[in-house]
């Protein structure tokens, strides 16, 4: 499927969405907003996509909004137009989403990372706020996102001082999963992408429990994992898996 600012690749249970825009670090304009939810849509809904990729082309990641794209739209309507939705759109989505992290993700592109399920990022990479560099605070959830992962504290000093994080040191803080030299970077995300589209359909569960699992308290958590439970174990993956397990063999599960 051919779009004008991101590339999208779909085989072996993988939809590889690849923001394309390098001459520019993938900064976002309004275009690249529109393509990747598009794209993020189209994974959605092809029952043989069972894990989403999201990588740079070039080399970074995402540096953020490209300023020079707001037009006449103020930074706050763009935040409530373009960014809200994407964040939700990644979170909301029943497959496991990966960031592939291959260069810089600063503002908006970082918070774009934070929002994936999982992250694998090249030793080349590294992360950053960058907001309150040029006087602007956190958006597209970056707020949100790094207290849960990192703690307040670190938090704070991501966001009030702006400064990179590289990508080790986003590792040891729990930033992102794993770290990996430049010229395993590709074989690492593949792995863990085709991982996940080898997995059971309890993947999309298991997201919206640990979505939930923020807002819950202990004895909503244990009713919400029960109700779960209940579902799942009727699924043509579990009924596979717990046979499989029985029979001292591998399963083969079929995302359903």
């Known amino acids: 499927m051919a779009f004008e600012t991101v590339q999208y690749d779909a085989a072996g249970g993988l939809a590889v969405i690849t923001l394309n825009r390098p001459e520019k670090f993938n900064s976002f ?6 393509d990747l939810q598009e ?3 189209v994974a959605e809904k092809d029952s043989t996509v069972r894990c989403i990729v999201i990588t740079g082309a070039g080399k970074a990641f ?8 707001l037009g006449d739209i103020s930074l706050g309507n763009a935040v409530q137009r373009y960014y809200n939705p994407l964040i939700l759109k990644i979170r909301s989505i029943q497959k496991p989403v990966l960031a592939a992290v291959n260069g810089v993700a600063a503002g908006a592109g970082m918070s774009l990372a934070l929002a ?18 040029i006087g602007l605070v956190p958006d597209s959830a970056a707020s ?7 703690g307040l504290t670190k938090a704070a000093e991501l966001t009030l001082l702006g400064e990179r994080v590289a990508a080790a040191e986003a ?6 999963n794993k770290v990996v030299p430049e010229g395993e970077f590709s074989s ?3 792995a863990w992408a085709n991982k996940l589209a080898s ?5 999309g569960m298991i997201k919206r429990m640990l979505n939930q699992s923020l807002n819950n308290n202990l004895e909503q958590q244990l009713e919400l994992e029960a109700w779960f439970q209940e579902v799942i174990v009727d699924s043509e993956d579990a009924r596979e898996g717990i046979a499989a397990f029985v029979e001292k063999r591998s399963p083969q599960f079929k995302g359903r």
């Open 188 to 190: 690492a995300w593949q």
């Open 62 to 69: 995402c540096a953020g909004q490209d300023l020079t794209d």
């Open 39 to 41: 794209a993020l849509k």
């Open 116 to 133: 994936c399920d999982l992250r694998v990022a090249s030793d080349k990479a590294f992360f950053t706020t960058a907001f309150v560099n």
């Open 199 to 203: 997995g059971p359909c309890a993947q």
């Open 144 to 150: 949100y996102f790094l207290p849960r992962l990192v």
């Open 171 to 176: 590792e040891r803080i729990g930033l992102i």
């Open 29 to 34: 304009t309004r275009q690249m907003h529109a």
